[in-house]
């Protein structure tokens, strides 16, 4: 595999892992309010999540 | 260059690891096997589990203080802090690093209800049992050289009472006739009677005077010491009656009452007037709460408020302009120019004889660390007195200290380390605490807190107990949706 390719799909599994993750907990905390928010601020999250998803939709191909 | 890929693929499994790593941090946190989480702020940063105290106009922002410290300053009476609950848990112990800068009196405690009327109130701090030359004993404090047998005794004279019952004396009088005392009493009180050849008979004359919307419910309760004998409800008025209503009696009698003393709780709200108590007990008192009422719609000349007490230290608060006036307290005096405001009586005489109170205009609340009479001659003590943020424990001669309280430890330079534990509800998500500091704001003082830990406690679980709570929990969230 090459580096690069390597690297893009690197990327995709963090962002995908990452997205998953949010998801999960908000959906979480949705259902049993306080379980997540007081541990993981989702919000703060957030914009690290969106800068993931535009990077790897700028590196795609 | 080419990356094999034998070590591609580990490495693409690491984001996923990582996300289930959170999943099951959060899992553990949420319910930590030992069954105990720990929630602590020094009020510099933000937690995620306790807000700093409110209001803002009694309290000073959380962080730097001008004085150099870190933390936040109380500066008035209550204060409320908040705490969101991270999980299912039994119990908190509430830790707090304080520092009390002119307050003598401290109690911390758990709003019961939303309403914030209901308070699980405890004793904290009190300057006066931070000296040695107090002991603490199994139920209370006495002083050095005072036999902790001291507190089991009935003889209420140089004993105080802080959040605790004391014993309660066998009282009994003779069979006296009924006498009927006029008064005017607002709402809520609380008397204490001493029962006749064997007989409790309180008649009490009502009258609702409908100034809220809505007929008012008062309750009648009786005590012996403090097992509940009766509890009567009964509606003084209709539900669409808007002027004064009619005056009318409601008696309470307990027959063969054995000697004792005896508390009738006659609970309602301001809207409700005593216009007269008729009783044969010789012996009664009220309090610590006694609010004389006006006489608008009932009679055309005002109503002194007068009544004999051995309190030390009185509040007169009114509500209406036409209750400020000049207050005394045996020869004590303090002009209650101000609505909505606490004024204090403090005496510093040695007696120990009833002296009377006198609010020539009624239309005034008293609340003392005493009882009340409303006859000279019936004045009698039910029990100690309660120990306020101005008993002065030399100067009243007190002896022992009926309470559960215990001292904090020191931590130098005016610090002090309290600790309180409550019982939790389990379906409360948030709690919400009150300190209390009596009279800071009048004796300008203040009370610093530099950290406050919450630490949450349920029963430790085993693995299987443990999978068994999560499962709950997920099911629980299910049916949810």
Redesign the interface.
């Known amino acids: ?3 690069s390719q ?1 690297l893009r ?2 990327l995709y ?2 962002t ?3 997205c ?2 949010f998801v ?2 908000a959906v ?1 905390e949705y ?11 989702l919000v703060d999250v957030a914009p690290f999540l969106l800068v993931l998803l535009g990077l790897s939709i700028l590196s795609s191909p | ?5 034998y070590v ?1 693929l580990p ?2 499994v ?3 690891v ?2 289930l790593v ?2 099951v ?2 899992i553990i ?2 319910f930590p096997p030992n069954g105990m989480f720990v929630a602590t702020t020094d009020f510099t940063h933000q937690s ?2 306790i807000n700093p105290f409110l209001p803002s106009e009694r309290v000073t922002s959380p962080g730097a203080q001008p004085e150099g410290w870190l933390g936040q300053r109380i500066t008035g009476d209550p204060t409320y802090m908040t705490a ?4 299912p848990y039994d119990s908190v112990t509430v830790e707090m690093e304080f520092r009390p800068v002119h307050q003598p009196l401290l109690e911390f405690g758990l709003v019961k209800d939303a309403a914030g009327l209901e308070l699980d109130l405890a004793p904290f701090y009190f300057e006066g049992l931070v000296s040695k030359s107090w002991k603490r004993v199994s139920n209370g404090f006495v002083r050095n050289g005072t036999d902790a047998s001291r507190l089991l005794n009935s003889d209420t004279r140089g004993l105080a009472t802080w959040d605790a019952s004391a014993t309660m004396p066998l009282l009994s009088d003779p069979a006296s006739p009924s006498i009927e005392t006029p008064v005017s009493l607002r709402g809520a009180h609380d008397f204490y009677l001493i029962p006749s050849n064997g007989l409790l008979d309180v008649t009490l004359q009502l009258q609702d005077a409908n100034r809220s919307r809505g007929g008012s419910v008062a309750v009648f309760r009786v005590f012996r010491g403090e097992d509940e004998l009766q509890r009567e409800v009964l509606d003084t008025s209709g539900s669409r009656d808007t002027r004064m209503g009619k005056v009318f009696d409601h008696r309470v009698t307990v027959k063969q009452a054995a000697p004792g003393v005896y508390r009738v709780a006659f609970q309602s709200d301001d809207d409700v007037f005593i216009r007269s108590i008729k009783t044969t007990s010789q012996h009664w008192v009220v309090g610590p709460r006694l609010n004389f009422g006006d006489v608008v719609g009932y009679a055309t000349t005002t109503m002194a408020g007068v009544a004999w007490t051995t309190s030390r230290h009185v509040v007169a608060e009114t509500l209406h302009a036409e209750g400020q006036q000049v207050v005394l307290l045996g020869d004590k005096k303090v002009n209650v120019a101000r609505t909505h405001e606490a004024f204090r009586l403090d005496r510093d005489d040695s007696g120990s004889q009833p002296v009377t109170l006198s609010a020539p205009k009624g239309d005034i609340r008293f609340v003392g660390d005493g009882w009340f009479a409303l006859r000279p001659e019936a004045y009698f003590d039910p029990k100690p007195k309660r120990l306020t943020d101005a008993t002065d424990l030399d100067a009243e001669h007190i002896n022992g200290i009926l309470t559960s309280y215990t001292a904090p430890d020191e931590l130098g330079d005016g610090w002090y380390r309290a600790k309180q534990t409550f019982t939790l509800d389990p379906s409360l ?1 948030r709690l919400r605490f009150v300190l209390s500091a009596p009279g800071v704001l009048s004796r300008v003082g203040a009370v610093d807190i530099r950290r406050v830990n919450l630490t949450y406690h349920r029963e430790a679980l085993t693995f299987s107990g443990w999978i068994d709570l999560v499962h709950r ?1 997920i099911v ?3 049916h ?2």
């Open positions: 595999m090459e580096l390597f799909r690197f599994h963090i995908a892992a990452s998953v993750l999960v907990l979480g259902l049993v309010p306080g379980v997540v928010l007081p541990f993981v601020d | 260059m080419r990356i094999p890929r591609a490495l693409f690491i984001p996923w990582a996300a959170m999943v941090w959060i946190n949420r995620a589990f969101r609950v991270p999980g998500d929990e629980n969230a299910w949810r949706l």
